[in-house]
């Protein structure tokens, strides 16, 4: 088997960072990735696609051209992970050993639980903007619709970005008021958890567009089965199973860790590599890390934490290689920002524990209020930060600005 100083299991917005920000330090370091995907995708992008703000060709790359040049490309799938022997297996019999391993899977999203929904994606007014291919979709059915249901859904935490549900919501109400029509729509939005946002400081904003949309919340009710061509959606809730009738449906997935990850020895009982949440140093396995989506940190799943890990990952790595102590630290900061209409966005940005963690002093953008400015930097800025900043390992442009 061939073998590598460092590699790095997945080559989405955590792999790539990280590799970037390891190559920048050390330039030279012999770093493979594994990584199948021809294409690499920025998700963040897929709430604007939904909402008719962005093209999906603009969040989508080829995979070459974001591997930064001095890596080794491995592509193919991890198929397993052997810690002990410090070995990883990939599709087709491939084995690779390693001084230093990153887990950046992503997780798994996990449309199979939900009964008779696969066979109606796509179609039927069933839509998500959680798939590259569908996103378009959600935006074709804003523009048909003109009364009926609307419903959203969102599954058990945790879920990446957990306020991509209900941004898809805003964003067709958004649409529908000003074509003067939501008032002929009943929006409904079904959350399996019981609040409307997790962190309590955004969610007066929030509330003020529930009402002001007229969105009727059911909390604890959870999407079970669909039945696309008949238009009928069942959902369970402490009162036993409701059914309703839609026009259009956005489903948020339920979502699970990534499977390779999870039937590996890396795993917690959830099904997620169990790092240290400030050093992303895996509990049992100094010289494994793992980042992103795929790891256990309480932090929110987002490419901003992504983007705030890779650092600390990289700057870990090296030491542990080196046999120095670990002196980065990853302080749960995450970002949501939430498009609450066309041309505003309320930005939440905050840390482990629910501690706000503001990129900005609040009189140049306050997140707790919609904002014109917030909207700027997810519609022009970030984009911009994510190629050609985080994905190169260029911290201090990717520093100072939040959200993704
Ligand atoms: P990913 O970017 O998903 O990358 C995982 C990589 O691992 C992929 O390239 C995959 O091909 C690869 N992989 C999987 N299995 C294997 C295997 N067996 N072997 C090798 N490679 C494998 N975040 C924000 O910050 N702000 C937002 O506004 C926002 N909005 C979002 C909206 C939507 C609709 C979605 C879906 C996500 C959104 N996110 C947002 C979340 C953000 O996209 C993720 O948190 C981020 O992409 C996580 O990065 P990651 O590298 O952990 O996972």
Not at 29 to 55: K, N, R
Not at 239 to 249: C, H, I, K
Not at 265 to 271: I, M, Y
Request: hydrophobic share 40%.
């Amino acid at each position: 088997h061939s073998h590598h100083t460092v590699l790095i299991a997945g080559g989405g917005s955590a792999g790539i960072a990280t590799a970037a920000s390891m190559l920048n330090r050390h330039p030279g370091l012999d770093i493979a990735i594994i990584e199948p995907s021809d294409e690499h995708y920025y998700q963040p992008g897929w709430t604007m696609v939904g909402g008719g703000v962005f093209e999906k060709d603009e969040t989508v790359r080829p995979e070459a051209a974001v591997m930064p040049k001095e890596v080794t490309w491995l592509k193919a799938a991890v198929t397993g992970f052997d810690p002990e022997s410090r070995i990883v297996e990939y599709s087709e019999g491939g084995r690779v050993s390693y001084d230093v391993l990153v887990v950046a899977m992503g997780n798994r999203l996990a449309w199979e639980e939900i009964e008779g929904l696969e066979e109606t994606l796509g179609e039927n007014g069933v839509t998500s903007n959680y798939r590259y291919d569908l996103a378009p979709y959600t935006w074709q059915l804003v523009q048909q619709t003109r009364k009926g249901r609307a419903l959203f859904t969102q599954p058990a935490m945790p879920i990446k970005c957990a306020g991509a549900p209900q941004k898809a919501m805003y964003l067709s109400c958004s649409d529908w008021e000003k074509r003067g029509i939501l008032g002929d729509i009943d929006v409904e939005f079904h959350n399996n958890g019981g609040v409307l946002f997790g962190v309590a400081d955004y969610v007066p904003a929030l509330m003020e567009y529930v009402e002001r949309y007229g969105i009727d919340l059911n909390f604890g009710s959870t999407l079970t089965r669909v039945d696309g061509p008949a238009k009928k959606a069942w959902f369970a809730t402490e009162n036993g199973e409701v059914e309703r009738s839609f026009d259009m449906l956005h489903v948020c997935p339920p979502q699970k860790g990534n499977p390779v990850v999870a039937a590996s020895t890396l795993a917690n009982e959830a099904g997620y590599a169990e790092v240290d949440q400030h050093t992303l140093q895996h509990v049992n396995h100094p010289e494994v890390f793992a980042l992103g989506d795929c790891s256990s940190t309480p932090n929110a799943k987002t490419m901003a934490a992504a983007r705030k890990q890779a650092p600390v990952a990289a700057v870990n790595a090296l030491a542990q290689l080196a046999g120095n102590p670990l002196s980065g630290s990853y302080d749960g900061y995450g970002s949501c920002p939430l498009t609450v209409e066309r041309g505003k966005i309320v930005l939440a940005e905050f840390g482990y524990g629910g501690t706000l963690l503001p990129t900005f002093p609040k009189w140049v953008l306050d997140g707790t209020k919609p904002s014109r400015a917030a909207w700027k930097l997810k519609a022009e800025v970030l984009p911009q930060i994510y190629w050609h900043a985080m994905l190169k390992g260029r911290e201090w442009m990717a520093k100072p600005i939040g959200g993704a």
